[in-house]
């Protein structure tokens, strides 16, 4: 079932639409868009649809940091439905309690507010680590914590693999390649970057956090998955989060005009989020020397233009696309 929670104070405006009229339309959008998320690794590729197949270990102790947040409340869901004990940290800057809060009645569910950037002990098997605010509105409203929780939480994070043995799960993003002249992006692309920039916070602190990952490997041989992720989409997505669907979303619904820049022939991949956390899965039960970085995300591309006539479509609304320069 998919279905938006009220949003937690947050440095943008509340939406003045419906849980029921969001919710409905990330259902038809996810029937209408879902693709199986594309693992590729050093020119192999891995299909993460769902075909039966087994996928993460079970009975593990995991911890997943950003667990409350969009991405890291579905990975609790599916670790937990794996027969894993889930310990899930957040400091709730994005994440919400609202979105597990389902999972708090199950006894191999445990929550935990902790902000990364300070050391945690505890026991564990895994780690995924997914804590760090992924979208310009969110982490560009304290850049230099953004960059903190990339870094300082790498390292925290690497080191109680460390001192475990854990397996640990970086979530990067495809936004190390900065503005890319190369279309697609491959794992062997160095990037075209701005470390000055005002999305440098987050952008340099996911590559430095890649450093550090790769460095604990050689120099202290911990075993690690890395995964940059592309567009995704689905339930628990934040309204106002600055991303494209959200804003189409939040247009139609409201009967405003869709803007579209230029003509709209530009494509985006949109990657629905039960296939991403396939994903993870999947990459994470790799054998230890599958390290990544692994490209996540859906091959098909559409275009924008596409994109808001579906949203249009979709939600039955009166608004207009608008074309700016």
């Given at each position: 079932m998919l279905f938006f929670f009220k949003r937690t104070?947050?440095?943008?405006?509340?939406?003045?639409?419906?849980?029921?009229?969001?919710?409905?339309?990330?259902?038809?959008?996810?029937?209408?868009?879902h693709m199986n998320a594309i693992q590729k690794s050093e020119g192999q590729t891995m299909s993460a649809a769902?075909?039966?197949?087994?996928?993460?270990?079970?009975?593990?102790?995991?911890l997943v940091t950003g667990g409350a947040g969009f991405l890291g409340s579905h990975l609790c869901e599916r670790l937990l439905a794996e027969g894993n004990e889930v310990l899930c940290v957040d400091n709730y800057f994005t994440g919400r309690k609202a979105n597990i809060a389902h999972l708090l009645a199950d006894p191999r569910f445990e929550v935990k507010r902790h902000d990364i950037c300070f050391p945690l002990y505890v026991e564990v098997d895994d780690i995924f680590n997914l804590a760090c605010p992924?979208?310009?509105?969110?982490?560009?409203?304290?850049?230099?914590?953004?960059?903190?929780?990339?870094?300082?939480?790498?390292?925290?994070?690497?080191?109680?693999?460390?001192r475990t043995g854990a397996r640990v799960f970086q979530a990067s993003t495809s936004e190390i390649y900065g503005d890319p002249t190369v279309h697609p992006q491959t794992e062997d692309y160095r990037g075209n970057v701005n470390t000055v920039g005002p999305r440098a916070c987050y952008d340099e602190g996911k590559r430095c956090a890649e450093t550090l990952f790769f460095d604990y490997r050689r120099q202290h041989r911990t075993s690690i998955k890395v995964a940059r992720i592309f567009n995704t989409y689905g339930p628990r997505m934040h309204p106002n989060d600055g991303r494209v669907v959200s804003n189409f979303i939040v247009q139609a619904l409201k009967g405003e005009d869709i803007t579209l820049y230029g003509d709209g022939s530009q494509t985006r991949a949109f990657c629905y989020v039960d296939d991403l956390i396939e994903g993870f899965s999947r990459l994470m039960n790799t054998p230890d020397e599958i390290t990544g970085p692994v490209n996540l995300g859906n091959p098909h591309e559409i275009s924008v233009r596409e994109l808001a006539e579906h949203v249009i479509r979709l939600t039955g609304s009166r608004s207009r696309i608008n074309h700016r320069p």
């Open positions: 104070k947050k440095p943008s405006s509340v939406l003045p639409c419906t849980t029921t009229a969001w919710g409905g339309w990330v259902v038809k959008l996810s029937r209408l868009l769902r075909d039966g197949s087994p996928s993460y270990q079970q009975g593990r102790r995991v992924a979208s310009p509105v969110h982490y560009q409203h304290d850049p230099v914590q953004t960059t903190k929780v990339s870094v300082v939480g790498a390292i925290n994070m690497l080191g109680l693999a460390k």
